[in-house]
């Protein structure tokens, strides 16, 4: 008897427990691409900060066509060397202040902007 | 691309229940819950889907082992054509390991394949290692949508628009869902020959719903590879007997990064995981090894040691994630950096039990990426989010800002952990009714959130010392058996819980309560109304950004203070009208000089009464809109005071009602001792329940002690003199 008590009281008053419906019901679409993620018009820009020492947001992806023009800025919270394989670009960055690299796509594969102190990356580069 | 047929998803049930509990006072609500409840029981979708669907599934009959390393000559290589481009990739490497690889590539050149599905299809035995080099691998013969008879393949379509296949299905159909599908391969290695994970990128470009599909691959072992963008799972390991992830990082996939389920024997190490709107590690299911046994067990299904998971939803998910030991990883900057769950039906292994979370540093788990469902960036296709660019869409509706959520475990071990600075709780328990996983069984109903233990953490202390406390250290609805924690957790709700012992599964001041605690338990229903595809975050959910008013516990708290608010100022009003008689006045009821003493001593104890309440029911709210236990308590204690004085001075004109009153005010009291100093052994309820549902029967006597009555005729006393309240 009381432990049917328990299990009426349980099945009664969980009816309004914690029934959540996020996978009751399907979440945000799964809806599959048939063609390569795109990147964007014009320059192909991210736009990296990092603090002690966390990438945010934590390290990307960055679409570029071949000859488009690709613009990262660079924001960190310590002096270091940001350096962008394959096309060999540095800079200095100095604490607390933006620092852009800029450069024309014209090798294509993966590459990746990385700190050179910290030993961070950054971001990859994916040339067309 | 599969044809993806629109889900079917069924109007969304909407409680009545739920509008009352917003708008009603506690008291109200409280008595509703329970009669509503049986209307929200009804309401429950009679069947339920997975957390995520798959087929059928049958746990390995654990007669396989870990894989070990193998380090020998490769027998499949895979790698691109571009000399340049490989040239460049390995410029940086390390000399030794720059001459291996370019001495594999000339060898891949001559003999190897130009896509990893390729390597696989040319195993032919159990034990062949695939390396695998450093190289952009998009798999193009894999990327195409099913055609001909795969894309009529007989068989159901679940609501969240794939089919649910076969094994069979699979073998036939390979990339009707898969990137790279390894189907019934034993002891096969792949292995990446880069410097790091990074070098070696399998991208799916959200075109599949995994991009590695490891399917009844019994010593599979992945190794320094990246795999990702997915609509579903980057690596997917299913009913496998015996796999290895080391040195594998996945990101950007809509659920998980890693899955791996119905599976044993197995290790993640050295992993990371990030982008993934739900778990970025996902070990459901694993090997029920240890159902039915007690903190005693011989071994663990899966290990999980070394591995980094952050900016996920949440770190670490594990429906079922039985018989894990997880330790040594960090789980930090997601919404929650692990959860274990009950939740979900068609889960084998239910109800969760058995994981063991040593060593581990959570932190700094509070992100917030409910406003990408907000402006809609989640309702475009995958593809089109910006996943890479730190977009998160959370499918599950969590409290961000939390460590670890337990939401119907067992014999879940939380020990020597390191947990700092999140904004919510360091660990959240509470209990999941069986019924909601599917468990028809009267017997069972009660069988979650019992033998947890956490003993041994460091809450709130940052790497270097340095204080960085959890906005509380536990979160509890009350539920369960057997429970404990460790002595000295800061800021606790309650504030009083049971403290473990040296040896499990002893402890002191424990508690066996079949229910959460009612306002706890209201809070976690309209919480869970959470939709990630409707765009639904509830509003009064303070998980979803509710605050101070605007949260359901304040609006409970306040409902309830102003009816009983409302009553006290009635009463105390009355009692003055009563005492304003004076001794030897001709009064309308031709009263006695002492009982108009009495009712003078009845008044000055209703005032001081009312002045305690009062401050009390104010006190309430504010410690529900602050979130504070202590206020809370102390709160009760006051409501106490003024019940207790209330009846006292109604007892002698009206007993019943006076002791109702006296009965209320003991139950505050015992409410708050509960709360506050230990929790009140051997009963089944806590102490809320039977205050709330006995205060609204007070509530409806008290209406009715104090309306309003006809003049007396001429001759007879009236009542209300007599009473001083």
Not at chain 2, 8 to 15: A, E, F, Q, T, Y
Not at chain 2, 140 to 164: D, F, H, K, M, V
Not at chain 2, 277 to 301: E, I, K, M
Not at chain 2, 649 to 659: I, S
Request: aromatic share 8%.
């Amino acid at each position: 008897m009381r432990r049917l008590i328990r299990v009426a009281a349980v099945v009664l008053v969980a009816g309004c427990g914690p029934l959540s419906q996020t996978h009751h019901n399907p979440g945000n679409s799964h809806e599959v691409a048939t063609v390569p993620p795109g990147g964007r018009a014009g320059e192909a820009r991210a736009d990296i900060s990092v603090r002690a020492g966390r990438v945010s947001p934590p390290s990307g992806w960055l679409e570029a066509r071949r000859g488009q023009t690709v613009a990262v800025t660079v924001t960190s919270d310590v002096a270091d060397e940001l350096h962008v394989h394959g096309y060999d670009r540095t800079a200095e960055l100095r604490p607390g202040q933006p620092v852009t690299v800029r450069f024309r796509a014209d090798l294509t594969g993966v590459f990746e902007v990385e700190t050179h102190r910290s030993g961070l990356v950054l971001t990859q580069v994916a040339v067309r | 691309m599969p044809p993806l047929r629109p889900s079917s998803r069924p109007p969304s049930h909407r409680p009545p229940l739920r509008a009352l509990l917003r708008r009603a006072g506690s008291v109200a609500a409280l008595t509703a819950a329970l009669t509503a409840a049986l209307t929200g029981a009804l309401l429950l979708p009679a069947g339920v889907a997975l957390a995520h669907e798959e087929r059928p599934v049958t746990l390995p009959d654990g007669s396989g082992s870990v894989p070990a390393l193998r380090t020998g000559e490769p027998d499949l290589l895979v790698c691109k054509t571009d000399q340049a481009d490989f040239a460049r990739r390995v410029a940086g490497f390390p000399a030794e390991l720059r001459e291996r690889n370019l001495t594999l590539f000339r060898r891949c050149l001559k003999d190897g394949v130009r896509h990893l599905q390729e390597a696989v299809d040319k195993v032919d035995r159990p034990g062949m290692t695939i390396a695998i080099l450093p190289g952009l691998y998009r798999e193009e013969p894999s990327q195409a949508a099913p055609a001909g008879a795969c894309a009529r393949l007989p068989a159901r379509w679940s609501t969240w628009g794939y089919q649910i296949l076969t094994f069979e299905q699979q073998r036939q159909c390979p990339h009707n869902q898969n990137l790279v599908a390894i189907l019934g391969k034993k002891d096969l290695q792949i292995e990446g020959t880069g410097a790091g994970p990074l070098d070696v990128i399998v991208d799916a470009e959200y075109r599949k719903l995994n991009a590695i599909r490891a399917d009844r691959a019994d010593g599979v072992y992945f190794r320094n590879l990246t795999a990702q963008r997915t609509t579903f799972n980057s690596l997917y390991v299913l009913e496998t007997d015996g796999f290895v992830i080391d040195r594998v990082l996945t990101r950007w996939n809509d659920e998980y990064g890693f899955l791996t389920f119905a599976s044993d024997h197995g290790l993640y190490t050295d992993c990371e995981a990030y982008g993934n709107g739900d778990g970025g590690l996902y070990p459901g299911s694993a090997s029920n090894l240890n159902d039915g046994r007690g903190h005693d067990v011989p071994r663990y299904a899966i290990e999980i040691r070394r591995c980094r998971s952050h900016d996920n939803a949440l770190g670490y998910s594990g429906t079922a994630g039985d018989s894990m030991w997880v330790h040594d990883n960090e789980f930090y900057d997601n919404m929650v950096g692990a959860t274990m769950d009950s939740l979900w039906p068609g889960h084998p292994g239910l109800p969760q039990n058995h994981a063991r979370f040593e060593n581990n540093k959570i932190y700094d788990n509070n992100r917030d990426y409910y406003r990408h469902t907000r402006d809609g960036t989640c309702a475009k296709p995958p593809a089109e989010r910006g996943y890479e660019r730190g977009v998160v869409c959370s499918q599950v509706g969590v409290p961000p800002g939390t460590g670890v959520i337990v939401a119907g475990g067992n014999y879940n071990v939380f020990r020597n952990n390191q947990v700092w600075g999140h904004r919510g709780a360091a660990f959240h328990l509470f209990g999941v009714p069986a019924f909601i996983r599917g468990e028809t069984r009267l017997h069972r109903q009660a069988d979650t959130s019992d033998f947890n233990r956490y003993e041994g953490n460091v809450l709130g202390v940052g790497p270097g010392g340095e204080r960085r406390p959890n906005g509380r250290d536990v979160w509890w609805d009350g539920q369960g058996t057997g429970n404990c924690w460790q002595a000295g957790a800061g800021r606790t709700s309650p504030a009083a819980l049971p403290l473990c012992a040296a040896k499990a599964p002893e402890l002191s001041g424990g508690s066996g309560r079949w229910l959460a605690e009612p306002v706890k338990l209201t809070k976690l229903y309209l919480c869970a109304d959470f939709s990630a595809q409707a765009a639904r975050l509830p509003a009064g959910c303070d998980w979803f950004g509710a605050s101070g008013l605007g949260k359901v516990e304040t609006q409970l708290a306040l409902g309830g203070s102003l009816v009983l608010g409302l009553l006290a100022v009635l009463f105390w009003a009355r009692a003055g009208r009563a005492a304003r008689r004076r001794p030897g006045d001709p009064s309308p009821g031709g009263v006695a000089p002492a009982r108009q003493e009495r009712t003078r001593r009845g008044r000055r104890l209703v005032v001081a009464g009312t002045v305690l309440g009062l401050a009390g029911l104010a006190l309430d709210v504010v410690a529900a809109a602050v979130d504070d236990t202590l206020l809370a308590g102390v709160a009760l204690l006051l409501m106490a005071g003024w019940w207790l004085c209330l009846g006292a001075a109604v007892l002698r004109d009206r007993r019943a009602f006076g002791r109702l009153t006296v009965a209320l005010g003991v139950l505050a009291l015992a409410d708050a001792y509960d709360r506050l100093v230990r929790l009140i052994p051997v009963i089944p309820l806590g102490p809320g329940w039977i205050r709330g549902l006995l205060a609204g029967v007070w509530v409806l006597a008290a209406v009715v002690v104090l309306a309003p009555r006809r003049a007396p005729a001429a001759g007879k006393p009236a009542v209300e003199a007599e009473v001083p309240a």
